[in-house]
């Protein structure tokens, strides 16, 4: 025996005499039998644009107050540098 469902459906269960069976074959009894097939719709699975905020994350979890810290801090290491070599220049003229 086949039981094939439709499009858009799946099995759900296989009942002998209304008793639902694990797996799909059974001992077939002395006596008449009576096999049912029970289908579920498959849950339809949503298309197209994917909901997402205004202003996208992205997952970017760094301390912006600490790389602007960074950034302020060697800019003046730079220009400290940068003095002390145009001082030593004038110096040694």
């Known amino acids: 025996m086949v039981a094939s ?5 799946k099995l759900k269960d ?7 069976i694990s797996g799909n ?3 077939m009894p002395d006596d ?10 498959i849950p339809a699975v ?12 992205t997952e970017d979890s760094s301390n ?3 790389w602007i810290s960074v950034l302020l801090i ?3 290491g730079i220009a400290v540098l940068a ?3 145009r001082k030593k220049k004038i110096c040694s003229k």
Request: net charge positive; proline share 4%.
């Open 5 to 9: 469902p439709g499009k858009g459906y």
């Open 14 to 20: 296989i009942l002998v005499n209304g008793k639902a």
């Open 25 to 27: 074959t059974f001992t």
């Open 32 to 41: 008449n039998v009576t096999v049912t097939a029970e289908f579920e719709a």
């Open 46 to 57: 949503e298309t197209g644009k994917t909901k997402t905020s205004e202003n996208a994350k």
């Open 64 to 66: 912006l107050p600490l």
């Open 74 to 76: 060697s800019g003046a």
């Open 83 to 85: 003095g002390y070599k």
